[in-house]
Nanobody, 111 residues
C-alpha cells in the first residue's frame, strides 16, 4: 500500500523554526522526485519545494533562503526544514510523490 505520512507541524512564533517529516512506504522512494505543497483554507494547493531523485532541490521564491528540503533514501523519509517563519507560512503542508498525497500537517505561525 502506497502511503505518505507527514509529521512535525505545530504552532510557532514569528521567526521560529519547524522541521516537517514525511515517511514513505509502498513504493521505491529513492527513484522518485518528492515535493512539499501547502494549502490555505479556500485557496489552491501550491508547490513549496521539490527535490529530485538525485537530491537537487528547487524552491518557490517566497521560501528561498528560509526553507530547506532534503531526503533520506535509507529511511525513506522526506524533510522540510523551515526557518524564519512568517505568518503567511501558516498553511496545511502536504507531502507528495507521483500519484499520491499525504494527509497533511498544520503549520501555524503566530505574530
Amino acid at each position: 500500500q502506497v502511503q505518505l505520512v507527514e509529521s512535525g507541524g505545530g504552532l510557532v512564533q514569528v521567526g521560529g523554526s519547524l522541521r516537517l517529516s514525511c515517511a514513505a512506504s509502498g513504493f521505491t522512494f529513492s527513484r522518485y522526485a518528492m515535493s512539499w505543497y501547502r494549502q490555505a483554507a479556500g485557496k489552491e494547493r501550491e508547490l513549496v519545494s521539490i527535490i529530485s531523485s538525485g537530491g537537487n532541490p528547487h524552491y518557490v521564491d517566497s521560501v528561498k533562503g528560509r526553507f530547506t528540503i532534503s531526503r533520506d533514501d535509507i529511511k525513506r523519509t522526506l524533510y522540510l526544514q523551515m526557518n524564519s517563519l512568517k505568518p503567511e507560512d501558516t498553511d496545511v503542508y502536504y507531502c507528495q510523490a507521483p500519484g499520491v498525497w499525504g494527509q497533511g500537517t498544520q503549520v501555524t505561525v503566530s505574530s
